[in-house]
């Protein structure tokens, strides 16, 4: 029974705590950092409500101290992704048909559980498992993901309030139905936040989800799924399954009641599901939605008016934060001549002040890539120029793996705008830069745009309003998230809605209302009070 309406209000941004030296939450992120060390985690996959273990399992060891064996994930099959499909539309009208109240107290509640119980063990697990320090799990774990919960449980209250004119005489109303279907959600390594958002956003709609997170995300992906349940999620809602991802793709895109994916990766393995997607069009009960973010290669571009210290300042945060392994990050730095020197004698200074090692000694700012396969691929581009006639390593350069896959920070300096590290996406602690002529810095701003085929983030540093306005208007399309004097990552919840267009995704913006219109199917009714009873109309009458 519904005697009311029901509406959540805008809530504020989880504060960041610091954990500075000596604080309460240093001490107990350390503990729980500890503990979650001192033991061996057997982490099932979640299948209707119940936790499967296979046997089939798989070592999970963090990317920094990859001597120490944190657990292991029981592995899937065909047979669990076909599993989590049945369990998921079993309980798909059931859900659809749940009150919205009731729905939304799920998610505010499993916010609340993460804000405070469990705020410690779900940091600790993102900083062992996907090797962050305790800041950059605290942004990302921690708060992103509660105001994920939170602002997304308010945004669909306002796109419920939403409703058509109703003249006299009539009544017209909008109802956001559910899609008629299960919606996958493929999640990414390097934030559990997302891993958290792109399987509830839908789910808070009325949907049911197949959930497949990356298998170094699985061990923060697990604690979040015991959050949910202890927040009350009923059991099919949201079923968590750790399995290849071509398997998963095989068994969903071939599915009839397959209705939507929601992901975040590389564009070729999107490009691939949309591909099978519209192979398969005509097995589909209805349309799919197909929601992606991809990647980037993302500038800074500073005009000869900018402000060195805070230039400098930025490309160490936005280019090696999580040992830029954002999609975020930047990449490609394009420095005017005036300036160009100063800029670089100063990054490089605060480049050797940073200190790389384990996530347990807090005054470490650099960490390890996530594994293997990305540490090999890093190192192949910083071989690679060491014998180019283009470009040349200006600080770092070094790797090592025989404890951990640790990157040194590396800048490299081209003087080609068209150097592969200038185009390519890397994903790692590589920053490249382009110092241009000063006096052509118009010129150079087509280059910035068509440079790669991305189109995520960028920023610019200058001082002149005039320019600033014009570096804005030229690169309309260069962004879709788009900074001016500050480096182009870290975007919150509720205030920079998050995506990119181009290569870089179907610009769907997580953090904002426009992300839920994706999982929601408008039904417009109308109902006339007094029907009328004659067909004939007044102007061909007599």
Not at 189 to 214: D, E, R
Request: proline share 4%; aromatic share 12%.
């Amino acid at each position: 029974m519904n005697n009311g309406y029901f509406y959540f209000g805008q809530p504020v941004n989880e504060p960041v705590r610091s954990y500075a030296p000596g604080s309460a939450d240093a001490e107990n992120l350390k503990k729980a950092i500890a503990e979650l060390k001192s033991q061996q985690r057997d982490i099932p996959m979640y299948i209707n409500g119940k936790e499967v273990r296979t046997g089939d399992k798989k070592e999970i060891r963090p990317p920094h101290e990859t001597g120490h064996l944190l657990g292991h994930f029981h592995a899937g099959d065909e047979s669990h992704v076909q599993q989590a499909i049945d369990a998921a539309l079993s309980v798909r009208e059931q859900w659809a048909a749940t009150s919205w109240e009731h729905r939304a107290a799920i998610f505010m509640k499993a916010a609340e559980l993460l804000a405070t119980k469990y705020r410690f063990r779900m940091n600790a697990a993102t900083m062992l498992g996907q090797s962050k320090n305790a800041y950059q799990a605290e942004i990302d774990s921690a708060c992103e993901l509660i105001d994920f919960l939170r602002f997304n449980v308010h945004f669909l209250s306002d796109i419920y309030r939403q409703q058509p004119i109703s003249p006299e005489g009539f009544s017209n109303r909008m109802e956001y139905r559910a899609l008629e279907g299960f919606v996958l959600a493929v999640t990414p390594f390097n934030f559990t936040a997302i891993g958290g958002n792109l399987p509830t956003a839908p789910a808070m709609c009325g949907n049911v989800v197949v959930w497949k997170p990356a298998n170094t995300q699985i061990y923060s992906a697990s604690v979040f799924m015991e959050i949910l349940q202890e927040a009350g999620l009923p059991a099919g809602v949201i079923n968590l399954v750790y399995t290849n991802g071509p398997v998963v793709g095989d068994i969903c895109f071939a599915h009839k009641d397959f209705a939507g994916v929601h992901f975040t990766g590389s564009t070729g393995v999107f490009q691939g599901m949309w591909k099978t997607i519209g192979n398969n069009i005509a097995k589909y009960k209805s349309y799919p939605r197909i929601v992606g973010e991809t990647g980037g290669k993302d500038f800074i571009f500073a005009h000869p008016t900018a402000n060195i210290d805070s230039l400098v300042a930025n490309m160490v945060r936005g280019a090696f934060e999580y040992q830029g392994q954002k999609c975020s990050a930047a990449s490609r730095v394009y420095l005017p001549s005036n300036i160009a020197e100063e800029v670089k004698t100063k990054f490089i200074a605060e480049l050797k002040t940073l200190k790389m090692g384990v996530v347990d000694d807090f005054t470490n700012f650099i960490n390890a890539v996530i594994d293997e396969k990305s540490f090999d691929n890093l190192a192949k581009y910083i071989d690679g120029v060491k014998g180019s006639a283009d470009a040349k390593i200006i600080h770092g350069g070094s790797y090592d793996k025989s404890k951990g896959y640790f990157i040194e920070p590396t800048v490299i300096e081209t003087t080609n705008p068209d150097y592969v590290t200038m185009c390519e996406e890397l994903f790692g602690p590589v920053l490249t830069i382009y110092v241009y002529n000063e006096q052509e810095w118009e010129t150079l701003l087509d280059k910035v745009d068509h440079t790669s085929g991305y189109a995520l983030t960028g920023a610019i540093f200058a001082q002149d309003r005039f320019v600033v306005e014009y570096l804005t208007k030229k690169l309309v399309n260069a962004a879709g998230n788009f900074y001016i004097n500050d480096k182009p990552t870290g975007a919150v919840v509720g205030q920079q809605p998050f995506g990119g267009a181009r290569a870089s995704g179907t610009n769907d913006k997580a953090g904002s209302f426009l992300n839920l219109y994706r999982w929601l199917s408008a039904r417009t009714i109308k109902e006339t009070y007094v029907p009328v009873t004659n067909y004939r109309y007044p102007f061909h009458q007599e």
